[in-house]
């Protein structure tokens, strides 16, 4: 009697079974559609009579695919009410199993924001990037681009208007305009402006449409605006400032960590925010849905920008290769009770 065997099935026990040849078992699970029904048929009996797996690891070497998409990830920013990158996250992890990828987070260096990017690139672990940080002048985008990797940028490449690499961003110059607009309609009309230091490009795009809608009105934006870095505790004094030197009824906020730190110094001041003075924050975090009467918040699409991305990626990835046109998405206003 002969003993059952342990080893596991090979490609080249289900072609002598099926009677064919090792590349139309290989064709039958990699391209079946190159195969006639009958012999289609004839060896995927064969696969289920014996069992077989096909290796994905050793096809993956073979194809150079890996079905995984690589992404830098960094620090969480303390002090701060920005988890504007978790949604994004957890969007695009979603929307990449369902094209049938998944997402490899990895952490990079400050000292050398392109070690991560080598490793996996030299190492051939993921089909492709996402690249997030354009907006902070890394050389990420360059880099890979300089070496042909497929990649796709959430973030308009700053740096370099040229770049023809795909790239999907929210526009937050309109998300501004819209925040400014709809205090205007509420009747304020010295609406202030707390927002990044001069050196931020996303932050000059939102200042871009605070100034625009108060032009569009006839009114001034002279000695409304302040320039900070992004912590509750300068959103605080530079509301504080303003209050007192500009005297505005509102205020319109780069982010929602600024405009906390304005509810603070409405608080200090025994000030009801959406009675007696406004303020709308950019971001819509989590923070501004939970606290005490709301905070009104522009709010980025970024399931829609999840899905953007992957369709680029898809693009990038097909045989051939296509390049999509860069997509500036238009973000929503989150209406609650602090305007």
Known sequence: MTPLSTTPPTLADVAELAGVSRQTVSNAVNNPDLLRSDTLARVQDAIEALGYSPNRAARNLRTRASHLIGMRIGPAQEGTANATMDR??????????????????FAGSSEDPIAGYEDLLRSTAVDAFVVTDTYLGNPQAVWLEQRR?????????WDHPDARHPWVDVDGAAGTDL????????????IAWIGWRKDSRIGEDRRAGWSRALHARGLPTTGLASRVEDTVASGREASAVLLDEAQPTAFVCASDTLAMGVLHTFRDRGITAGRE????GFDDSQVAQVVPFGLTSVRQPLEDVAVEIVKALEGLLAHPPTIATSTLLVPTLALRGSS
């Open 149 to 157: 990797a497929p990649f796709v940028a959430f973030g308009r490449p």
């Open 88 to 105: 994004f996250v957890h969007s695009l992890v979603e929307t990449s199993r369902e094209a049938g990828y998944h997402v490899l987070l």
């Open 277 to 280: 003075m406004s303020v709308v």
């Open 179 to 190: 925040a400014t607009t709809h205090l205007l309609d509420r009747g304020h009309q010295r």
